[in-house]
């Protein structure tokens, strides 16, 4: 009898949808090429005139830079949005599984929040797009705005909907969450969703002129930005004590790495507040004291990318999960520490360094530390492209011998 050609990607978890977060994720690498390399003195962000004149007047370096940025948020954006409508599709055939209602009944429950923060995710992407490759986008900015609140508040009403009906089953009463399988840093999913959602919101904060726009904006950006800090706390702590005392779950080791994430779309999101508090309600920072928040942010995410590191590499786990035959969806959560990373360097260097002084923008202590930016970022593609090879190339099982 014919075998059937099967993907690891057929076995559905709704952690899939951190293929498409990954994806989208490296959109956001390729446009900071975009938001610190071409002048924008118009508005907060690069848009598609701003990249058009800066080709025009550049050389072939910044040419080759723009070039490189343009295409990879293209390509990236294609992954992420088919991910997107693949894990769309194939939730919804999960749903109706008996698997689906398992795993509503287990601590793998919040493995959910992973649709929610995709689809965040991918409304920053939309933004992107339009920005960079539709002409005239600015003119009717203060129109999308609003819109894009709207998109992340039904974003948000999902998460804290399913957040609610977890945190519903296993504190109503005792004896629903297993203690002894919470020693990783999963169940701090659904603060990186919510903290996805926040950035959102602080979107327009940062890019209105509209006082009342800024305003809503900035109160709920902030009130969603203190629950996902303060759910990370909470879930950190009592996941470390499970670790210390069962080690941690193997095939949920990168989730160690989850702070990282977490701590730069946070970051990204008292940025854009600061920005808002300065342009629309005349507040002032300096660049030193943004500078030493920055390099406080990157050292947490060091310590946590560290940890992770330590522990994964004592497992074996790279050299099962990734550079081996084993297949797990959480190895896709190992893409998101290394855009996070990427992304946090590129604003320490050109908000923190260059702002305050510290380097010259250009110079070869800039080129040094870009470096390590997008040395971090072709790590993260190398993981996309690896990951998605592994889990969606179809392959016919060998027959089994006849007894």
Partial sequence: MAQTAHRPADSYSPL????????????VTFFMFLLFWVPHPTQPVPVFEDIMA??????LPKQVAIAVAMSGIAFFAFLNIKSLVWNLQSYSAFRKTPAYATLRASNAETTLLAMPLALAMTVNVGFIL???FVPQLWSVVEYLFPLAMVAFGLIGVMAFRLIGDFLGRV????????????????????????????VGFAAPVAMSTNPTTVGVAMVLSTLLGTIAIIYTV????????????????????PTLMI????VTV??????????????TFDAHANAGETMVFLARLLAIQLAFLG???????AQGYLDDFVFGSKTSPGSYALVCPFVALAVMLQFFTNKGLVAADVIAKYDIAYWGMTGLAIASQIVAIALVLRLNRQHFTRATPAAVPAE
Avoid: C
Wanted: charged share 10%; net charge positive.
């Fill in 16 to 27: 899939y949808f951190l293929a498409s977060l990954g994806a989208g994720g490296i959109v």
């Fill in 54 to 59: 800066a080709w025009a007047k550049g050389g």
């Fill in 130 to 132: 339009g920005m960079v």
């Fill in 171 to 198: 504190l109503a009463k005792g004896g629903l969450f297993d203690v002894t399988a919470h020693n990783s840093f999963a169940q701090l999913t659904p603060a990186f969703a919510i903290s996805m959602v926040a």
């Fill in 234 to 253: 909470v879930a950190a702590i009592t996941a470390f004590g499970s670790m210390l005392q069962h080690g941690t779950a193997r095939e949920a080791g």
């Fill in 259 to 262: 702070i990282v994430p977490i």
């Fill in 266 to 279: 946070l970051g990204i999101m008292f940025l854009r507040q600061e920005h808002g508090l300065h342009t």
């Fill in 307 to 313: 940890l992770g590191v330590v522990v994964l590499r």
